[in-house]
């Protein structure tokens, strides 16, 4: 009997050592997340590829744009559950300065995946290839790689594809890096299904900690949101109103801010971004900034005729050279510029004319490559001009301009800042949109 009683003792210590050493030689480690697995970029991206697809409807449509009812979020959504991909969740990229990126997808069921891969090689010349260990599918020439695991798909194009593939496969739950973390937790453009979010150190030595780009569409424009934000308060801020051309076609820029402070605030991300500007072409920046008073205005649209001297040589019949100076016609662009101005304005014309940047001809001047122009100065306001007159004016409230570029125009606003944030937006054309995907 004791012998029965101690056996059954030794086995129910047994299930009780099992039960609680068990942890120590099982993974009960929940699984990394696709944040958990993302390398860091440049830029960083989240994506709800359904709720794009469902937002451009509209606009592919309205278009014609062949093969739109591939984009369709019903057609997307059947093609990627029957192939184990989950469009539902956000997918996430990354992106580099130097063209390299890559992204990752949620997985359903990693067992459809093959037969996907297997449908693309009948279109793709698409090869299979194993590193460490791991199959990965090559797109021929392109540099750009296809893998996946039970719970992830990750698509690649550069030449890191071993360094990012181990990160994705061998990251651990928390393992997210310290930029996506800031990313995750940023509050600006939280619920938009379309962000981008850059820190990377060319933002930086501007002057700003966060650039962050969002986008909104509807049948015929597609506008991209931008918001940047700086450590420390900025030297501008926007003016109530301003003079400007009053001319609405062609190309058009209006600037109007306080800008007194940021004659001395060299490192305002602004002054920086000024200066890299004026660089180019030995500009006086500090000269300008102390007699501009922050209303600036440039206009250019359409032709005008002007005479152009032209030296014409010709040889006799005794072989004698002799040169002639010959007025002919030439269309050249018509422009204007104009910028508020107070008494320093003579320093920086003087500026100007020393480093040629604005040079006499005659009766006339010419900024660098620019045709004749005249120029207007009035104690308030300087004008540069190509017509005969000085163009219309008007008072505008509004930052920004338009752009025209292969028949297309482009709009960019200032929406608004303050001390350490500032808000704008890029108003693209369907046209034009179309004929920036088409570059890539």
Do not use: C
Request: charged share 25%; proline share 4%.
């Amino acid at each position: 009997m004791a012998r029965k009683v101690f056996f059954i003792l030794f086995l129910i210590s047994l299930l009780v050592g099992f039960f609680y050493f068990r942890p120590l030689w099982t993974n009960n480690e929940p699984p990394p997340s696709l944040l958990d697995r993302i390398p860091s970029g440049d830029f960083l991206g989240r994506v709800y590829l359904l709720d794009v697809a469902r937002e451009s409807t509209p606009l592919t449509y309205h278009n014609k744009i062949p093969f739109r009812d591939l984009f369709s979020p019903e057609f997307m959504l059947a093609q990627a559950k029957s192939y184990g991909l989950d469009l539902q969740r956000p997918a996430y990229f990354f992106a580099n300065e130097t063209g390299e990126w890559g992204a990752l997808v949620h997985v359903l069921d990693s067992s459809k995946i093959y037969s996907g891969v297997v449908r693309l090689q009948k279109n793709i010349d698409l090869q299979d290839t194993i590193v460490g260990e791991q199959k990965v599918f090559s797109f021929k020439g392109k540099q750009s790689y296809l893998t996946y695991g039970k719970d992830w798909l990750f698509v690649y194009k550069g030449g890191n594809l071993t360094k990012w593939m181990y990160h994705v496969i061998y990251s651990k739950k928390g393992d997210v890096t310290k930029v996506w973390k800031t990313f995750d937790k940023e509050k600006q453009f939280k619920n938009e299904k379309l962000v981008v979010y850059s820190n990377y150190k060319k933002i930086s030595q501007k002057g700003f900690t966060t650039a962050m780009f969002a986008h909104d569409m509807d049948s015929s424009n597609f506008r991209v949101k931008i918001y940047m934000r700086t450590k420390n308060a900025l030297a501008v801020s926007p003016k109530k109103e301003g003079l400007s051309f009053s001319n609405s076609t062609g190309k058009l820029l209006n600037l109007h801010f306080n800008m007194h402070k940021l004659r001395t605030a060299k490192n305002d991300p602004y002054y920086k971004m000024m200066q890299g500007l004026s660089k180019r072409v030995s500009f006086p920046l500090q000269s300008f900034l102390n007699a501009w008073e922050g209303d600036l205005s440039y206009y250019q649209g359409g032709f005008i005729n002007v005479k152009e001297k032209i030296i014409e040589t010709a040889v006799d019949e005794n072989f004698n050279v002799s040169e002639k100076v010959v007025l002919k016609d030439k269309k050249v662009p018509s422009f204007a510029l104009l910028f508020s101005i107070n008494d320093k304005i003579h320093d920086l014309l003087y500026q100007l004319f020393v480093k040629g940047i604005l040079r006499r001809e005659e009766n006339k001047l010419r900024f660098l490559f620019s045709p004749p122009i005249k120029m207007n100065l009035t104690p308030e306001t300087v004008y540069f001009y190509s017509s005969d007159n000085v163009p219309m004016t008007t008072t505008t409230t509004s930052n920004g301009g338009v752009w025209t570029y292969r028949g297309a125009r482009y709009e960019f606003h200032l929406d608004s800042m303050n001390q350490k944030e500032t808000f704008g937006t890029i108003n693209l054309p369907a046209k034009g949109l179309f004929q920036i995907l088409r570059t890539f």
